[in-house]
């Protein structure tokens, strides 16, 4: 397969996470990063932040046309998640890629565990 192909499918899987759970795009693009274009660990997850950021403006004013997020909700919520972001940011570079692949492993079964439980 093409690698335009395979990034076409990883944006699109992406995209649509994004687009229907707010969330959950780096779930295909950090995998699909490193397994279908050989891209290491480290440049996967950095990457699929930069890749995230632009999806999650479309989707925010998607919701916004719809009117389905109202800004005083999520507003109390941006200045804990800069400061998250850009501490994790700083941090990244010191984080060994197992401890990387540790963590993003039991977020994603965090994230797995609640949803089956909340069915």
């Known amino acids: 397969m093409q690698e335009r192909t395979k990034c076409l499918i990883i944006g699109t899987c992406a995209g649509a996470a994004n687009g229907f759970f707010g969330a959950g795009g780096g779930l295909f693009l950090v995998p699909l990063f490193t397994a279908w274009l050989g891209m290491e660990q ?14 999650s403006a479309v989707s925010v004013l ?22 998250g972001g850009m501490f994790s940011g700083l941090l990244f570079s010191r ?18 565990v609640r949803a089956v439980l909340l069915l």
């Open 42 to 55: 480290k440049r996967a997850f950095a990457t699929s932040v930069a890749v995230i950021f632009p999806l």
């Open 62 to 83: 998607i919701y916004l046309q719809n009117g389905s997020l109202p800004l005083r909700f999520s507003a109390p919520y941006l200045f804990g998640g800069v400061l």
């Open 95 to 112: 984080v060994s890629v197992p401890l990387l692949r540790k963590a993003f492993a039991l977020l994603l079964l965090w994230g797995g």
